[in-house]
């Protein structure tokens, strides 16, 4: 028996499918139990619950052969790294206590850093907790989502621009589909490693000209890339809804990226190879 969470999100949804595919026994987790009746019509066992409950989590693994997790961004707590903590410890006690044999985790390049790293700095948080419960921990360090860019369709759509946070429009970074990630995490608790391991899985590279480029012809019209220099990162992320607090945490990340501090180091690599014009035909409409 499987168990994965964030099934209401693309990479869980996209792993408990292909798992399902493969008649695979699975136990998804959602917090509403309205958004579990599609997944016990398909033949998943449900859990209603939260990751940050230890008791309920150890009584949802005990028994299980793989658990997969990940780690929400609540943007709306008053205390993000606070939050971060507090699910961290609560995945890791009830893994503790349940003594489920193998997890995969949904981390990212940069958790390897402590500091510096913006909203990863709670994987790195995870990611150490979960290898101190004795769990052979398959941590995936995924690049850039390749659906980070539907953040720019509506700045696209009404001003004909693209917002670049990159320290240069030819600056390209590998991006990676959920789908892809989802079929990995998949792969991985079907398959595990012989030990712990970290693997980066990066996707193709794109800078900011052409994902420009193609967003534009995604939305019918060319689009100006409008440069936000890093003085103004996190004063433009305010104007876009985030709180002071997170946007400066994201501002670090994007810092991170741009200075090379943030770079694959995982035991080994993967690569997706869905397009970012695949990911703009789903998300565009």
């Known amino acids: 028996m499987f168990v994965i969470a964030g099934v209401t999100g693309h990479?869980?949804?996209?792993?408990?499918?292909?798992?399902?595919?493969?008649?695979q026994p699975i136990k998804v987790i959602v917090r509403d139990a309205a958004k579990g009746k599609a997944w016990s019509d398909s033949g998943a066992e449900v859990a209603v619950g939260a990751l940050d409950d230890a008791s309920f989590l150890a009584s949802t693994l005990?028994?299980?052969?793989?658990?997969?997790?990940?780690?929400?961004g609540d943007l709306r707590a008053g205390d993000f790294y606070g939050a971060q903590r507090k699910q961290s410890d609560a995945?890791?006690?009830?893994?503790k206590q349940s003594g489920v044999p193998h997890v995969v985790l949904l981390s990212s390049v940069g958790a390897d850093l402590a500091e510096g790293n913006g909203p990863i700095k709670g994987l790195h948080q995870l990611e150490n907790a979960l290898r101190a419960t004795g769990t052979k921990l398959s941590a995936i360090r995924a690049s850039y989502f390749a659906e980070n860019i539907g953040n720019s369709i509506v700045p696209a759509k009404q001003m004909g621009i693209y917002p670049n946070f990159s320290p240069s429009q030819d600056f390209a970074l590998p991006m990676i589909a959920t789908k892809d990630?989802?079929?990995l995490v998949a792969r991985t608790l079907v398959s595990p490693p012989a030990k712990s391991e970290t693997i980066d899985l990066g996707g193709p590279a794109y800078s900011p000209k052409q994902l420009a480029e193609k967003l534009g012809a995604a939305v019918g019209k060319p689009l100006q890339i409008i440069d936000v220099p890093p003085a103004a990162h996190v004063s433009t992320l305010v104007q876009a809804g985030m709180s002071q607090e997170v946007a400066g945490i994201y501002a670090e990340m994007f810092a991170g990226f741009a200075?090379?501090?943030?770079?694959p180091k995982g035991d080994r690599?993967?690569?997706?190879?869905?397009?970012?014009?695949e990911v703009l035909r789903e998300i565009v409409v």
Do not use: N
């Open 269 to 277: 690599s993967e690569t997706g190879t869905t397009t970012i014009d």
């Open 62 to 72: 005990k028994g299980a052969t793989g658990f997969f997790v990940l780690l929400p």
């Open 11 to 23: 990479v869980g949804g996209v792993a408990a499918r292909a798992l399902l595919a493969q008649k």
């Open 181 to 183: 990630i989802g079929a």
């Open 91 to 95: 995945i890791a006690s009830g893994v």
């Open 259 to 263: 200075s090379g501090k943030i770079v």
